[in-house]
């Protein structure tokens, strides 16, 4: 099955609908403390947890043998040899 405009527009929508309502709502904020091995600050926020979640629930259904590697919550390997990059809100 083809990806599709009409699959990335639903993919747009979805993370719109988890990081728009927490845009500028001073919520917690986590420094995951290291970029590329390196100690620095690596901001990471309840919506760019939330997005990721919804941009893999999404993939996941639709594609289910492509990879993924997310910034957030790491990798999952597929058999189709595509991978979707995901890094929400960066």
């Known amino acids: 099955m083809p990806v599709t405009q009409d699959f990335f527009l639903e ?4 993370a719109a609908a988890e990081t728009m309502p927490r845009f500028r709502m001073n919520g917690s904020i986590d420094d995951k403390g290291m970029v ?13 947890r939330a997005c990721e979640m919804a941009l893999r ?7 289910p ?13 597929g058999t189709s ?10």
């Open 11 to 14: 993919l747009a929508a979805a």
């Open 36 to 48: 590329g091995g390196i100690k620095a600050y690596d901001p990471v926020t309840e919506g760019d």
């Open 65 to 77: 043998d492509h990879g993924i590697l997310g910034e957030e919550f790491g990798a999952k390997a």
């Open 81 to 90: 040899g595509l991978t979707w990059v995901l890094d929400p809100i960066d």
């Open 57 to 63: 629930a999404l993939i996941e259904a639709k594609f």
